[in-house]
């Protein structure tokens, strides 16, 4: 059963302690192993490719052609597909769609009152990668996710990366990639994938094709992306987090978790399905109950019992209810929202009679679900924002998945004949007080300029 814990507790603060160290992962153990194998992507690319899919996927591609994903294929998944899978797909890309589309960052220009121009551009970047995780499971909803906001960005190379066991990539996913307009797909996962997207392999070559010094690049083997997004395993994970720099990620992400505040008004039914629902992902994975009512907690605790007994992935699930899972009884409401914040889980349901009452006491959470008809696995598939989400207590400090992490922001500036004659003084102060005397004279000049 799932352990219940009282904020009156003696030993409540060492166990609450516990919790907030669910993201405590070996990553350093393992940092020297992934390091290993992305230097030799750096060095050896294709083969070393080749080599990975061959060890961890249990097939033999001969070439990196072999690893591309045939666009007649993702027609075919998409064509072949029942009405009503179809049907649910495509409104779940529309709604995430629309949503990312209003929650696109937007340029800006203005002018001060020296009429000098100032602003900022938004531009997409030109490569993203995707990661789609394939081992145990098959995300399409992921791909939609990763997908549609750098569509909307308006990225005009999308490429997706995927492990394949057995040569075999699921046909929702690839009906996902047709559906979202991707064209290029590799069979490659975990390390390999990271490797590929953060490196690139080859030769790539500028030449000028007229006398107007117009140039263009031809790349044999695979040009580097700007951007890799999505989630993966710690391997995954630590690869991202070992490449950036080299290219931007979206963040760290570590196993799926859940947190409901719940009071004597909530369904106890909901909230233990609920937490199974985090829980079925996997045995790390972790969904934490605070409520304010002792009898709900009980009962809560009894319902993800019998619950357990009929799921298809019991052992996982009750392995993470055992090892992760807690509730916690509290006093109050506030109280709740409190500990929750210390929490800062991925999913935040707050299962309530007044749910947006206790909304501005929320200062940290991935996504929140707000009332009794709002389950958390509604956002894992079509409400329309993000399902990538900060884990592990990051979202003190990280954004879902967005727009904007495909973009990047360049400052425009201006300045006018009377902006340098008002503002260029001042500037060549602070240029000298940093003892930088280039900078100052490139500024002084302007001004002297002007006196002739």
């Known amino acids: 059963m799932i352990k219940i814990l ?4 003696k030993d409540f603060e060492t166990e609450f302690n516990t919790l907030l160290a669910r993201a405590n992962t070996d990553m350093d153990s393992i940092i020297p192993e992934v390091l290993k194998t992305l230097q030799d992507i750096k060095q050896r690319g294709e083969d070393a490719l080749l080599d990975i899919v061959r060890k961890y996927d249990s097939w033999n591609p001969q070439t990196f052609n072999d690893l591309k994903i045939a666009e007649e294929d993702t027609f075919n998944a998409y064509k072949n597909l029942d009405s009503k899978t179809k049907d649910a797909l495509q409104i779940a890309h529309d709604r995430i769609y629309t949503f990312h589309a209003k929650n696109a960052p937007k340029g800006f220009i203005y002018h001060d009152e020296y009429a000098n121009m100032l602003g900022q551009n938004i531009m997409p970047v030109q490569r993203a990668g995707i990661y789609i995780p394939g081992g145990k499971a098959f995300y399409p909803s992921s791909l939609l996710m990763n997908a549609i906001p750098a569509k909307v960005a308006g990225v005009k190379e999308i490429i997706m990366a995927s492990p394949t066991p057995n040569n075999h990539i699921n046909e929702l996913v690839l009906a996902a990639m047709y559906l979202c307009g991707i064209k290029e797909g590799y069979k490659i996962g975990g390390i390999g994938a990271i490797g590929m997207f953060a490196y690139g392999f080859g030769e790539t070559k500028w030449s000028k094709d007229s006398l107007f010094s117009h140039t263009k690049i031809t790349q044999k083997g695979f040009k580097k992306v700007d951007v890799i997004t999505g989630p993966g395993n710690i391997y995954v994970a630590t690869a991202k987090k070992l490449v950036f720099g ?25 909230l233990a399905i609920d937490m199974l629902s985090q829980a079925e992902h996997d045995s790390m994975a972790s969904a934490i109950l605070i409520t304010d009512n002792k009898d709900l907690a009980k009962e809560v605790a009894q319902k993800i019992d019998t619950k357990l007994t009929h799921l298809m992935r019991k052992d996982i699930a009750q392995k993470s209810i055992q090892e992760r899972g807690a509730i916690i009884i509290v006093e109050n409401l506030k109280q709740a929202a409190m500990l929750m914040n210390a929490i800062a889980p991925e999913h935040l349901e707050i299962v309530t009679q007044e749910p947006f009452s206790l909304l ?16 958390e696995a509604i956002g894992d598939y079509l409400a329309g924002p993000n399902h990538t989400l900060p884990t592990g207590g990051s979202a003190r400090f990280f954004s879902p998945l967005g727009v904007e992490h495909f973009c990047t922001r360049s400052s425009l500036i201006s300045f006018s004949k009377q902006g340098i004659k008002n503002l260029a003084n001042p500037c060549a102060i602070l240029a000298e007080t940093e003892g930088l005397e280039a900078h100052k004279l490139s500024v002084i000049s302007r001004l002297d300029s002007m006196k002739d």
């Open 246 to 270: 080299e290219v931007n990620i979206d963040m760290i992400a570590g196993p799926s978790e859940i947190g409901i505040i719940a009071d004597s008004h909530a369904n106890s039914d909901y």
């Open 6 to 9: 009282n904020i009156h507790d």
């Open 360 to 375: 501005g006491e929320i200062k940290a959470a991935g996504a929140v679900f707000l009332g009794h008809y709002t389950p």
